[in-house]
């Protein structure tokens, strides 16, 4: 099992930057992709950004150029840092962690607020 405490949201203008955080416990050793969902109001959940065990990181065509995924293994943590935020950027990010063995987990969420 594996839990996940997100931090790191929050309120900003547009053009600004913020840097969600997801700190990992648990059967670590096992996990082997990392990734970042977002929810909108009344809109589907969907991919971020992704990372796996090997390193390659692929994005939402949205957010191409301006987010960027990253794991620190010391820490067992992964963040997004999301730069030049645009108000449709707002949503509910959730952590998402893949294990070996085919189990998945989630974050709580944290709310990110851009504002025009």
């Known amino acids: 099992q594996v839990q996940l405490v997100e931090s790191g949201g929050g309120l900003v203008q547009a053009g600004g930057s913020l840097r969600p955080s997801c700190a990992t416990s648990?059967?670590?050793?096992?996990?082997?992709?990392m990734n970042w969902y977002r929810q909108a109001p009344g809109k589907q959940r969907e991919l971020v950004a992704a990372?796996?065990?090997?390193?390659?990181?692929d994005y939402a065509d949205s957010v191409k150029g301006r987010f960027t995924i990253s794991r620190d293994s010391a820490k067992n943590t992964v963040y997004l840092q999301m730069n030049s935020l645009k108000p449709e950027d707002t949503a509910v990010y959730y952590c998402?962690?893949?294990?070996?063995?085919?189990?998945?987990?989630w974050g709580q969420g944290t709310q990110v607020t851009v504002s025009s």
């Open positions: 990372t796996s065990s090997g390193g390659r990181a």
């Open positions: 998402n962690v893949g294990l070996m063995n085919g189990r998945r987990y």
């Open positions: 648990g059967s670590i050793s096992l996990i082997n992709d």
